[in-house]
């Protein structure tokens, strides 16, 4: 099983198109986020993590998603079973709780069983005075 695409995001819907096709219609996908107030702060980002399954694959694995910052761990790690019918794509919904001492880029480090690391970055702004 292999990542395609990973992105954070605010909205996610599925529809069947014509032809019982399906549609991923993504909304809101972002790179950097304001802060929801002064630091420190915790946020809690929506990673939306794009899979594909080779047809002589069993289906099932595992995804593991490490926050990390200037290149280390932050502590923040999900893992999660992954069911995918061989031939066929699907997605998971990552949600982490990080907490942050002041503006930075988080890197949310993406893996499937021990398979290479897809790497989204987060950038997270100091809130502009109003």
Same mark, same amino acid.
């Given at each position: 099983?292999? &990542?395609?695409?990973?992105?954070?995001?605010? #909205? /996610?819907?599925? @529809?069947?198109?014509?032809?019982?096709?399906?549609? !991923?219609?993504?909304?809101?996908?972002?790179?950097?986020?304001?802060?929801?107030?002064?630091?420190?702060?915790? &946020?809690?980002? #929506?990673?939306? +993590?794009? !899979? @594909?399954?080779?047809?002589? #694959?069993?289906?099932?694995?595992?995804?593991?998603?490490?926050? #990390?910052?200037?290149?280390? $761990?932050?502590?923040? @790690?999900?893992?999660?079973? +992954?069911?995918?019918?061989?031939?066929?794509?699907?997605?998971? !919904?990552?949600?982490?709780?990080?907490? /942050?001492?002041? $503006?930075?880029?988080?890197?949310?480090?993406? @893996? +499937?069983?021990?398979?290479?690391?897809?790497? +989204?970055? /987060?950038?997270? !702004?100091?809130?502009? $005075?109003?």
């Amino acid at each position: 099983m292999e &990542i395609i695409a990973a992105l954070f995001l605010e #909205h /996610l819907e599925m @529809r069947q198109a014509e032809g019982g096709t399906a549609r !991923l219609d993504l909304s809101g996908v972002h790179f950097s986020l304001n802060a929801p107030g002064q630091f420190p702060v915790t &946020i809690q980002p #929506h990673l939306m +993590v794009l !899979l @594909r399954c080779p047809v002589d #694959h069993q289906g099932l694995a595992a995804l593991e998603v490490t926050f #990390h910052s200037d290149g280390e $761990p932050m502590g923040v @790690r999900n893992v999660q079973p +992954v069911s995918v019918e061989p031939g066929k794509f699907g997605y998971n !919904l990552v949600q982490a709780t990080v907490e /942050l001492a002041g $503006p930075m880029t988080i890197e949310a480090h993406c @893996r +499937v069983d021990t398979g290479a690391v897809t790497t +989204v970055p /987060l950038t997270v !702004l100091e809130q502009s $005075p109003q």
